[in-house]
């Protein structure tokens, strides 16, 4: 039957009209779009797949939720506080929330035990959530937990596998002490009474309501999850609901309907009637047209037909650009330890990148707005980011972090500079040529092929590069990676010397951003012992200036992650500590990352916003307009909205 209306959706499709103009929809308060990815599992305590998870973002709710200028509010938590330090945090739970049916039938009331019941399927490793590591270092004692459980794990599976008797004999072969195991009541999470729940911490964590919009901090009725058992969230009766829509209808490959809880608690916010999602495999390629047909609400316009679009006169008034998707920040990360192949001269390259006037002449060389052009050659600047942390991305004290004053100068400015590149650039010259370097210095530069457009914009950085400071003194090498496993094949293994690479926020802290450059990252391996990389062979004073630098950023950022009580103080101690990691180039901050350019009747100041979580996919709040936006209606809307931010944010100081 399920074929029979994926044919059925197909033949409608081809049969009908096409407008030049989006017809207005019949029902404005419903919002259709196509997908193209099945859902595998509603189970939200342990999936990570983005489209299930924008699923789960509107049919449970989180203690916290934001509003469209990312200023935190009460979800499901009435109020919350924290002791001094930041080690204990309590939270009133809102009375009278009801978990309900995919029919919208009461089944119990959310009570603060649903957190406590959550928190323990998540660590434990049975389980397999891919959501446990928002625990880790957090909650007290939920490490703990989890590697005691992942050990059971082990165990069992060798019984099973016949290569031990018994768990017992497992555990004495392994120096195992189960004597030493802890019960769940001594993990940090706990229902103080039945609308009272408390978390207390691993250590002071400042931070820590930013991560309860993440679905391993979601809570569950425990009594029909014990239940439901492997079969929980395998369909739409086999999870409860507590969020603003509820999955009525789920025919897989075909049909997806979100509709109102009628039992929400804050029903007078849903403005939307219904969601549909329609199967299309195609889906990229079909939904501009549907959308000019007005059968859906909501279309990406790719480059491909992007210039078609944005010049027709019946469709260049329909199209926008997304909101910046600043989760994610991208940086040209410099390799200290490379594992490259011989013939790329690691140890060349190690002479090099020691050396702080080479990388700043690659820092100040590398046009950034002529490699993002390859993204965005409309607005290439809207991409651009001066510092690791992206602006808006994190509030101190009613102040953007990036406008701290160690930061402001960078935030502000463009570290492209021909005259002061080149000036690196013959300074460098001199002092490899007496460490007994090799001209041209080979910089490996790889990328993943499977990314659309990567391998372009490497070869306008191999060529901008190279033509500024001269093919003699830098050869950029462009080769292909694996398309699959990427990450682990090239950047985690160090096989590279010059590369793009990114890092995704976990939480509204600028700590987040100092953690793909902490102590043993697989981004950079800065802290590299140079006795190590270099085979025992002499260390150059300049490898000694490299690890003094690179310890001096250490000891800054371990003073900004100590500083738990004040977070003005707390800002500008990381804003130092990053602004230093810059300023020494060892790094390259280079862009936030776009959905691009869309044509869509959402209102998309109207919507949840916040830069991390998952808060952005719900309905909730999500207003639909009569047609798409315009590119000047957004540019207007767009500084509008940055204006409110900032005032927004300094009233909830």
């Known amino acids: 039957m399920k074929r029979v209306i994926v044919i059925m959706i197909g033949v409608a499709l081809l049969l009908s009209g096409c407008s030049k103009t989006p017809k207005q929809a019949e029902a404005p308060n419903e919002y259709r779009v196509l997908y193209n990815s099945e859902y595998t599992t509603l189970n939200y305590l342990i999936v990570t797949n983005s489209h299930e998870l924008a699923a789960v973002a509107n049919l449970i709710d989180a203690l916290t939720e934001y509003d469209q200028w990312g200023v935190v509010k009460p979800g499901l938590a009435e109020s919350w506080s924290s002791n001094a330090d930041n080690t204990v945090w309590t939270f009133k739970i809102r009375q009278g929330v009801k978990w309900v049916d995919h029919t919208g039938k009461e089944v119990a009331e959310v009570t603060a035990q649903d957190w406590v019941d959550a928190a323990e399927y998540v660590n434990t490793a049975h389980n397999d959530s891919a959501l446990q590591y928002m625990f880790d270092g957090i909650v007290k004692n939920a490490q703990v937990f989890f590697d005691q459980t992942a050990d059971i794990l082990d165990a069992e599976n060798a019984v099973t596998d016949g290569e031990f008797a018994s768990v017992e004999e497992y555990f004495r072969a392994n120096g195992i002490d189960p004597r030493t195991f802890i019960t769940f009541d001594q993990v940090g999470v706990k229902a103080i009474d039945k609308y009272t729940l408390q978390y207390t911490m691993e250590d002071p964590c400042p931070f820590f309501v930013s991560v309860l919009s993440y679905a391993s901090y979601y809570p569950v009725y425990g009594p029909f999850l014990r239940q439901q058992g492997e079969n929980f969230g395998l369909d739409i009766d086999k999870i409860l609901y507590c969020g603003g829509y509820i999955l009525s209808r789920f025919e897989p490959n075909a049909i997806h309907e979100f509709t109102r809880n009628p039992l929400y608690w804050d029903k007078e916010y849903l403005y939307l009637d219904k969601a549909v999602q329609i199967y299309n495999a195609d889906r990229h390629t079909l939904a501009p047209t549907m959308l000019l047909r007005g059968e859906i609400d909501e279309a990406q316009i790719g480059a491909d037909i992007l210039d078609n679009w944005l010049s027709g006169a019946d469709t260049k008034d329909l199209v926008r650009p997304s909101m910046p998707a600043i989760s994610y920040s991208y940086f040209y990360s410099f390799n200290f330890e490379p594992r490259f192949d011989a013939r790329y001269e690691p140890e060349n390259w190690i002479i090099a990148v020691n050396n702080e006037n080479f990388r700043k002449a690659l820092f100040h060389g590398l046009d950034r707005l002529k490699a993002l052009a390859v993204q965005d050659p409309y607005n290439p600047m809207s991409l651009r980011n001066n510092s690791i942390t992206p602006v808006n991305f994190a509030v101190g004290a009613g102040k953007d972090y990036t406008t701290y004053a160690p930061l402001l100068a960078i935030t502000n400015g463009d570290s492209f500079n021909e005259a002061m590149a080149r000036q690196y650039r013959d300074k460098a010259r001199e002092e490899l040529r007496a460490a007994g370097a090799k001209f041209p210095i080979i910089a490996l530069m790889k990328y993943n092929p499977s990314t659309a457009n990567w391998s372009l914009e490497c070869q306008v950085v191999q060529q901008q ?188 100081r």
Request: proline fraction near 5%; charge should be negative; hydrophobic fraction near 40%.
């Open 465 to 652: 590069l190279q033509e500024l400071l001269g093919s003699d003194f830098i050869n950029i090498v462009v080769e292909a990676g694996p398309e699959t496993g990427f990450l682990a094949a090239v950047r985690r293994t160090g096989d590279y010397a010059f590369m793009r690479c990114n890092w995704g926020a976990d939480f509204a802290d600028p700590q987040t951003w100092a953690d793909p450059m902490a102590f043993g990252n697989n981004y950079n391996f800065m802290y590299t012992n140079p006795n190590r990389i270099l085979g025992g062979r002499p260390v150059t004073n300049k490898t000694r200036e490299t690890q003094a630098v690179v310890s001096e950023y250490y000891r800054l950022a371990d003073l900004a992650r100590a500083s738990v009580t004040d977070q003005a103080a707390r800002f500008e101690a990381f804003a130092k500590a990053e602004a230093f990691l810059i300023e020494h180039a060892l790094i390259i901050p280079y862009s936030v990352d776009t959905d691009g350019y869309i044509s869509s009747r959402v209102d998309p100041f109207s919507t949840m916003y916040a830069p991390y979580g998952f808060c952005r996919y719900c309905y909730k709040y999500m207003k639909l307009l009569p047609k798409p936006m315009s590119m000047d209606e957004w540019n207007v809307a767009y500084a509008k909205w940055q204006q409110e931010w900032t005032a927004a944010q300094a009233a909830a």
